[in-house]
């Protein structure tokens, strides 16, 4: 009986949970951009999720309250993370902890196409840009 229960409760957990599915390469920018696009994908209170689409460049900034997680589908650039220079093409992965000055500067002709993945939840407040500091 109580392994039924367990069944019963499991399939029907499951069909209540339901999980929207994106499948990034098919995320395509439909119109020019001048220079960033930023699609969010999902949100709960652990973590927010962006398609983000860079033409030129980031400036130089940081989250206080964050981590930021970035995985480029498309595009290669130069990203500068607290004074260190390194090149980012597709495939690549790392990691931007929270309070750390980021920024970036795209080389390829095409826009640079990122995953970015921020925990926690990211609600818009914590962004602080590098010349905003000296005030």
Not at 51 to 71: C, D, F, G, N, P
């Amino acid at each position: 009986m109580k392994i039924l229960l367990f069944l019963f409760t499991l399939l029907f957990s499951s069909v209540a949970f339901s999980q929207n599915v994106t499948n990034l390469n098919e995320a395509k920018l439909k119109d020019d951009i001048k220079n960033i696009l930023v699609k969010k994908l999902d949100s709960d209170t652990n973590s927010t999720s962006f398609i983000i689409w860079i033409k030129k460049s980031v400036k130089s900034h940081k989250h206080e309250t964050h981590s930021e997680l970035i995985y480029v589908l498309e595009g290669d650039g130069i990203m500068t993370v607290n004074g260190s220079r390194f090149i980012l093409s597709p495939g690549d992965y790392f990691r931007i902890p929270k309070n750390t000055f980021h920024s970036l500067e795209v080389k390829s002709k095409s826009p640079m196409k990122v995953l970015s993945i921020q925990t926690p939840e990211f609600l818009g407040k914590d962004r602080v840009f590098e010349e905003d500091t000296s005030k």
